[in-house]
């Protein structure tokens, strides 16, 4: 396999558009790998909400954006398939990285999943965001009356702007990183960049849970 980064260097062509990037790839390309240490990334959880087991033998770190396409795509299409193949094996960390000069919502939708969270609704409400193509004030303000959240509460906290400083947290640590798309993806500390499909994060979950990644 490649991973982002073997030469302990951020991706140099990665797109901020969330084009999905081949990083890890198998075949002709697996020799060269085996030829460099693969890097772990220390990635720390903060914050964030961890959907799955305190205990699970991996730890799926997501850099994402909720209006971002391919982050949707990933989370409809691959995150199902892989709750499905690994259960209680995995935790899910998701970590805010609003592409906000091309996604005008990212940052509102960040900050509405979290002020939900405030309520204990934080993945309910994350679920429904990806769900829908289009986002702003009117969707959110349907989601708290379908999840049953206070209005009142919600709309303070939103107006009161205090989920900001979290959501600029993430995304300053991961610009440091030197990530630029998303979804980027940390399993265990293993880089990963792009909607990668299911196939992808398999191999290198299995490896990873039979010891095989140094």
């Given amino acids: 396999y490649i991973f982002w980064g073997l030469d302990g260097s951020a991706p140099q062509a990665a797109v901020s558009t969330g084009v999905p990037t081949a990083v890890v790839q198998a075949g002709d390309a697996a020799p060269a790998a085996e030829q460099q240490p693969v890097r772990r990334y220390d990635v720390p959880v903060d914050d ?61 939708a960040a900050e509405a999943a979290n002020c939900a969270g405030e309520q204990g609704k934080y993945w309910e409400f994350h679920t429904r965001l990806f769900e829908n193509t289009e986002l702003g004030d009117a969707v959110y303000a349907q989601y708290v009356t379908a999840l049953k959240l206070d209005q009142a509460k919600f709309d303070a906290c939103m107006s009161s702007d205090r989920m900001l400083e979290e959501i600029q947290a993430d995304y300053d640590f991961a610009s440091q990183m030197g990530i630029q798309s998303t979804p980027t993806f940390f399993i265990n500390g293993l880089a990963v960049v792009g909607a990668q499909p299911f196939e992808v994060f398999q191999q290198v979950i299995q490896k990873e849970l039979a010891g095989e990644i140094p």
């Avoid at 892989?82 to 940052?107: C, M, T, W």
Wanted: proline share 10%.
């Fill in 48 to 108: 964030d909400y961890v959907l799955g087991p305190d205990d699970a033998p991996i730890t799926l770190i997501e850099f994402s954006d909720y209006e971002c396409p391919y982050c949707r795509k990933w989370h409809a299409e691959v995150w199902p398939q892989l709750q499905e193949a690994f259960p209680g094996k995995i935790r899910l960390v998701y970590r805010d990285f609003p592409l906000s000069n091309i996604h005008f919502n990212a940052s509102s």
